[in-house]
């Protein structure tokens, strides 16, 4: 009698072992600048921007203007985050944005 072997569906295929998220480290490590802890968690868009802000003009290891750099990591963290972010949070951060681009006194 033939045995008949169950076809694996594509989820249930051989996974890898978990890595280290290289976007989770650049965000708690970052190179250019040394952020407050948890800063991408408050709920308050100017306290956000403000603190980014300050740690962009604080950097030397930057390589581009502060704003840019704050920015960048701004954005960095939202499109990261993906679904994870929750509406309420990615409403703040989206806010934050427009604190960073009135405190560098740039266009919206």
Do not use: C
């Amino acid at each position: 009698m033939p045995t008949t072997r169950r076809k694996r569906s594509p989820s249930h295929s051989r996974r890898r072992p978990a890595k280290k998220r290289w976007s989770a480290e650049v965000t708690a490590h970052s190179n250019a600048l040394d952020l407050d802890r948890s800063v991408f968690t408050w709920k308050d868009p100017r306290r956000i921007a403000r603190s980014l802000k300050h740690s962009a003009d604080r950097s030397r290891r930057r390589k581009s203007d502060p704003y840019r750099s704050a920015m960048s990591m701004l954005t960095f963290y939202v499109n990261r985050a993906g679904k994870n972010l929750g509406a309420r949070q990615r409403g703040v951060l989206e806010r934050a944005k427009g604190e960073l681009r009135r405190l560098y006194k740039r266009p919206a």
